[in-house]
């Protein structure tokens, strides 16, 4: 599918914080992300250092987000945050269709 013009996407979409919920790694294919609203039970790493080397790659490679119309917008503005119960999360401006 070619990459649509985001500037179109994003006066149909807003914008919410979402944590990386679950990464799935799949041979010679790009990774399947799954997203959760809240830092609690998100996806993450041990140290920060782990956390921020994956949010720097995420930043330089990006993931796009197939809306149900079926147009693609980017993920944006990746961060590292701390988890109550340990660990760090990655979280980043995850494209969500208006209603």
Known sequence: M???DFSLI??????????????T?????????DFKES???A???TTKEE???????????GIKVYLPSGNCAPCTD????PRP???????????SVLN
């Open 10 to 23: 994003e006066a149909a979409t807003n914008p919410v914080r979402a944590y990386i919920g679950k990464i």
């Open 78 to 81: 990746f961060c590292v945050e």
């Open 51 to 61: 956390a921020e080397s994956v949010r720097q790659f995420l930043s330089e490679v």
């Open 85 to 95: 119960e340990g660990g760090f999360a990655i979280s980043c401006e995850h494209p």
């Open 25 to 33: 790694e799949r041979k010679h294919k790009q990774a399947l992300y």
């Open 2 to 4: 070619p990459i649509q």
């Open 39 to 41: 830092v609690e039970g």
């Open 43 to 45: 996806w993450f790493w």
